[in-house]
């Protein structure tokens, strides 16, 4: 069991979590690689962490952890190996993390472990990383649509409830998904329950009932709405699984 | 029992489902106000679908619905009503929606009804249109500081799991929510579980482990994410509610 703490709040909060359960938690203190999100800041902040974790009863510090790894990943983990030797404190494990860069993992130094998650699934953001392509995209939303009130517009029964409003870099193309039997509609605006798709690229057009699938931009959020995921293979559904973790944010 | 529809297909799907039950469906005439989403364009097309849905077993029709209601729904009424009159044909509903313009719905001449949604909660989005005050907006998502890497930044435990990437227009103010007890703080970047933020404005900064209480963008979206709502009454809590329509798009 481990978490991955930065502040010496989380760390109490942790060890009274092992004193309680009676073993120890393995403790990766977090450093940032330049994301500015959560994570400390320097080698000296890590090291009074690590520290306290391997003095603190409920505790065992584990090592280092970080999101995404970077090319300042491995100018900072070098920077703490020498620092930690000194210290005496050995750094077991090394966690690095990102989908997009998961291939080039093994360039940074001192990485012992990779985190991923988009991986699992992959989306149109990763394929326009380089990462995959796009029939490595596991995760596709089945939709219908709904209306064609003009000729130029479609309208499918999946919106931000079921695509979120999570957008992709101009360089993976425009709106908020691919469509698959139509690369060439862009899903343009979505509302909670709908998409606005135009049409005027489009040579072959969808008919109201048509069952579209839609690669979307970030599979992530997506996995995050549905109850259910349903599995198939060679086209045919072969079985169901519950989103385990759906909703369970904290 | 009622649908709206904008199409002959959908139009037939209800029909077969009135017969099937044994009594027939109430049908609304969908029709766009300008928004460009689902609806008949035209009230030679309206007319159709009614005629239609008047004449087709296990159909009823009702009358017209739109969203949201503007100028253009006055008009495209008046217009309607005048050839549906010719025709034979009474409307006996016309229903808008939209809660920004919920307070103008009786200047707007022919409505019969009014649907309401973010009403209900009210939002940062509706705060900035006029349509509520802070204090108005019922619900609120609680998080907690989970860490503070630097002076000028917090992260909180909230992300687009939790808020969505939903925004703002600039004139409701900067970021992905608004958190009362800090109104200076700006959510200025969300991942999937976290929210960062900048406190660069802040006089008084929050500590780690402190909860506050974010009145968000879009809080139907919001809704959707979330198992259940604790309803609370003069600061103490009074119940839960299932939110039974979560994850329920189609």
Chains 1, 2 share one sequence.
């Not at 990102?98 to 991923?116: D, M």
Request: aromatic content about 4%; proline content about 5%; some cysteine.
């Amino acid at each position: 069991m481990g978490v991955a703490v930065d502040n010496p709040v989380a760390l109490e909060t942790a060890a009274e979590a092992g004193r309680a359960a009676g073993r120890p938690i393995g403790v990766l203190v977090e450093f940032d690689s330049g994301n500015k999100r959560t994570g400390v800041v320097s080698v000296d902040q890590a090291l009074a962490l690590a520290r306290r974790a391997a003095e603190t009863d409920g505790l065992r510090f584990d090592g280092l952890m970080t999101y995404p790894s970077t090319a300042a990943t491995a100018e900072f983990v070098a920077d703490a190996k020498r620092r930690f030797a000194e210290a005496g404190l050995a750094i077991p494990v090394v966690s690095g993390g990102g989908t997009p860069n998961a291939w080039h993992a093994h360039e940074i130094a001192g990485l012992t472990e990779v985190r991923v998650g988009t991986y699992i699934y992959q989306d149109r953001a990763t394929v326009a990383a380089g990462a995959a392509s796009l029939d490595e995209c596991a995760l596709h939303l089945h939709a219908t649509v709904v209306s064609r009130p003009t000729e130029e517009r479609a309208v499918i029964d999946a919106g931000t409830k079921s695509l979120t409003s999570d957008q992709v870099p101009p360089s993976a193309g425009p709106g908020y998904g691919l469509i698959l039997e139509y690369p060439d509609a862009v899903i343009e605006r979505l509302n909670e329950e709908h998409g606005m798709l135009d049409l005027s690229r489009c040579d072959r057009k969808p008919e109201i009932g048509e069952r579209v699938r839609i690669v979307p931009n970030h599979v992530c959020v997506v996995s995050n709405l549905h109850d259910e995921v349903v599995i198939s293979r060679a086209g045919g559904v072969v079985d169901s699984w519950r989103v385990a973790a759906r909703g369970k944010t904290r």
